[in-house]
C-alpha cells in the first residue's frame, strides 16, 4: 500500500515562496507507469492540478501556473518537493501530493493534504 504524506510550514508571507515535500512510503517514485503530482483546493473551490513529475524525472505544469511552480524529487529519500514563488492570499488552500497512475488514468493514493495559508 502506497503512502503519502505533506510536509511543510503552514503558514507563508505573501511574495515568499513556498515549499513543501511529500515523503512516499510502500513504494517509489522512480517506478515505471507512476507520476506524481500536487494538486490543491482553494477554500470553497475545486480541486486544480498543478503539476507533476515523472517516474523518469520529466516534470509537467498547469499552463495557469508554470511560471511560478517548479517541481524536483529526491529518490535518495523517496521524496519529491513543490515550489510556489510570487504567492498571494489566492494560494491559500490545502495541498495534496498524489500518485497518478498512468495505466488506469487515475490518482489512485492521496496525502492527506496540508492547509497552507498566505497571510502577513
Known amino acids: 500500500q502506497v503512502q503519502l504524506q505533506e510536509s511543510g510550514p503552514g503558514l507563508v508571507k505573501p511574495s515568499q515562496t513556498l515549499s513543501l515535500t511529500c515523503t512516499v512510503s510502500g513504494g517509489s517514485i522512480t517506478t515505471n507507469n507512476y507520476d506524481w503530482s500536487w494538486i490543491r483546493q482553494p477554500p470553497g473551490k475545486g480541486l486544480e492540478w498543478m503539476g507533476a513529475?515523472?517516474?523518469?524525472?520529466?516534470?509537467y505544469y498547469s499552463p495557469s501556473l508554470k511560471s511560478r511552480t517548479s517541481i524536483s524529487r529526491d529518490t535518495s529519500k523517496n521524496q519529491f518537493t513543490l515550489q510556489l514563488s510570487s504567492v498571494t492570499p489566492e494560494d491559500t488552500a490545502v495541498y495534496y501530493c498524489?500518485?497518478?497512475?498512468?495505466?488506469?488514468?487515475?490518482?489512485?493514493?492521496w496525502g492527506q493534504g496540508t492547509q497552507v495559508t498566505v497571510s502577513s
Open positions: 498524489a500518485s497518478w497512475n498512468i495505466v488506469i488514468g487515475t490518482h489512485d493514493y
Open positions: 513529475i515523472a517516474w523518469s524525472g520529466n516534470t
